[in-house]
């Protein structure tokens, strides 16, 4: 197999991984982005077209279903109708799969049959009751959901405003079934029975809807909770033997009804609000996934390209025409060029690195803090590998620092950039600082000899990292208690550390940059076996990059509190 085809074939594979990443986390973010603007599209046509159908069921349940009120009602729902599909037919049919657009279309479905319920409303093929059967079944045919309510844009409070709505649509129900039974000299068994089971699932749906309601809603909704003046004339109307007093139930009615509706768009609202967050988070994640994922893909093509032209032999190039000679290599233009373009997308990750911290300082919500530290841990272990291939590349990170860092917050930073970085052991590393030019290299180093420990030891094991002083400078070492290596390995790895050229194949790459992270600033790394089993990496840090630990300070810099020249090159990227 030729060089070129190596290169093709490791850049397919890595294309491959990053397309498994960056596909769900994009599809996720793409959901998110699609719940919300639908529902803020689709969600006001959607209630006007509710409230609509809920007028006219009650007016086709009167005793003269035929008069003008009821032709006038059904041209605002023919309106309303025609308002929604408008809204549905725009741009937003190309955002599939939201709890907004699917409502819409099933309510626009069952619609179609309006035409039919009128025709039999007027020709009295359904009685009263029947004809808010027939409505009811536009509306809800189910009698678990409501058109209004959205559960993918409202987090947690989906139940308590489905609850919500679910009760105020059964109170217009009620309203319909007593506009049925109008003018009756009194209530039949029946219409208690149908009346009761109404009013009791309308309590008790209410009743249920505070646990899950936004907190700036709550209020609000006590307020109403504890109103008992639509109460008191429901059981009026239900014991009463005489005809029912339709007049108080009206006034009741109305003022509840409306304050229900207007409670449900603002604790909407506030839900909403309350899941922007989230929103954020997943666009944020689907961004640092997949831009730097193509970042990684062009500082490997960027490796590929100039060990590429490492293997050209002198031969070939004597044998290079002139006129391409004359015509000059584009490669070392180019190199440059791709190096800048890195540097740059590093300034973008630290500032989404920035932004991520300032939303976590914002945010008090437990489950939301946990999404933004995993973001937060994503986006550093991919800072990590943006570093690697810069400076495999032969370029400098801009993340720098100026003035020595405590050792023991680079060993810490090492494991964080990891994936397992919760069973690495840091706590037996003797205090000293490191020279500030050193300080992302090693990290990065000591972040290959972890992942490399993690990697290969039980996962019920955990890998310690520990620190002291030698004659020759400082000491790191890094116990596993895995398989360990063989001898042959050992002086494979050996080899692998001190060549300046990338191995065949991908095996030994991650002991290959610990070479290159080594070899820059003068640090030795030796691979054993322990004696009671495992791997042993000793990481010997030269004495002129290590410094004794002064008494604690607040403007000494550290990896999270670097000072203003600390930050210049990352800022100026």
Do not use: C
């Not at 529902?39 to 006001?44: D, E, F, K």
């Amino acid at each position: 197999m030729n060089t070129r085809t190596k290169v093709i074939a490791g850049l397919a594979l890595l294309v491959a991984l990053w397309a498994a990443a960056a596909v769900p986390a994009l599809t996720e973010a793409v959901q998110v982005m699609s719940a919300r603007v639908t529902a803020n599209h689709l969600g006001r046509p959607i209630g006007a077209l509710v409230l609509s159908l809920e007028a006219e069921r009650r007016l086709s349940a009167g005793d003269r279903p035929a008069g003008s009120e009821l032709a006038a009602q059904r041209g605002h729902t023919d309106q309303a109708r025609q308002a929604l599909r408008a809204a549905r037919d725009t741009w937003i049919t190309s955002l599939a799969g939201s709890d907004s657009l699917r409502q819409a279309d099933g309510l626009l479905a069952r619609t179609e049959g309006l035409a039919g319920v009128r025709s039999a409303v007027d020709s009295k093929q359904l009685g009263h009751e029947r004809a808010v059967d027939a409505y009811t079944a536009l509306i809800d045919p189910a009698g678990v959901e409501t058109p209004t309510v959205y559960p993918d844009q409202l987090a947690g409070s989906a139940a308590g405003l489905s609850a919500l709505s679910r009760s105020r649509e059964l109170l217009a129900e009620e309203d319909a079934q007593l506009a049925a039974v109008a003018g009756a000299a009194k209530l039949t068994d029946a219409d208690r029975v149908r009346l009761s089971t109404l009013a009791g699932a309308r309590r008790s749906l209410l009743a249920s809807a505070g646990s899950d309601l936004p907190a700036g809603s709550l209020a609000r909704y006590r307020e109403l909770a504890g109103d008992t003046r639509l109460t008191t004339v429901e059981n009026s109307v239900l014991r009463s033997t005489g005809e029912p007093d339709t007049a108080a139930w009206s006034a009741a009615y109305n003022e509840l009804n409306t304050a229900q509706w207007e409670l449900q768009n603002s604790a909407t609202r506030q839900a909403a609000s309350a899941a922007t967050p989230h929103a954020v988070l997943t666009v944020v994640r689907a961004g640092v996934v997949g831009g730097v994922g193509l970042i990684a893909v062009i500082g490997v093509l960027l490796i590929a390209r100039r060990s590429g032209g490492r293997v050209t032999t002198a031969g070939e190039k004597r044998r290079r025409p002139a006129a391409d000679r004359a015509a000059g290599d584009p490669q070392p233009r180019l190199d440059p060029l791709l190096r800048d373009l890195e540097r740059r997308n590093q300034g973008l990750l630290h500032r989404q690195l920035r932004l991520l911290d300032t939303l976590a300082r914002r945010e008090s919500d437990d489950e939301t803090l946990g999404d933004l530290f995993r973001a937060d841990h994503l986006a550093n272990r991919m800072r990590r590998n943006l570093e690697k291939s810069i400076t495999l590349a032969g370029g400098t990170p801009g993340r720098r620092w100026r003035r020595p860092v405590p050792l023991t917050e680079v060993v810490r930073a090492a494991a964080s950039e990891i994936t397992e970085y919760g069973r690495v052991s840091t706590s037996q590393v003797e205090a000293v600082l490191l020279d500030g030019v050193a300080v992302t290299d090693l990290m990065h180093l000591l972040a290959e000899l972890v992942e490399n420990a993690t990697t290969f030891a039980p996962a019920e094991t955990r890998v310690r990292v520990t620190g002291s002083h030698q004659a020759t400078g400082y000491r790191i070492t890094v116990t596993d208690v895995g398989p360990g290596m063989t001898d042959d390995d050992l002086a494979t790895a050996a080899q692998v550390m001190a060549e300046p050229s990338p191995p065949a194949g991908g095996t030994w790459w991650g002991l290959y940059s610990v070479g290159r992270f080594a070899a820059r600033r003068g640090i030795t790394v030796a691979l054993h076996n322990s004696l009671d089993g495992g791997l042993v990496a000793e990481v010997t840090i030269p004495a002129a990059l290590i410094s004794p630990a002064p008494l604690a300070t607040d403007n000494e810099p550290t990896l999270d509190n670097p000072t203003l020249d600390d930050l210049e090159s990352v800022i100026n990227t």
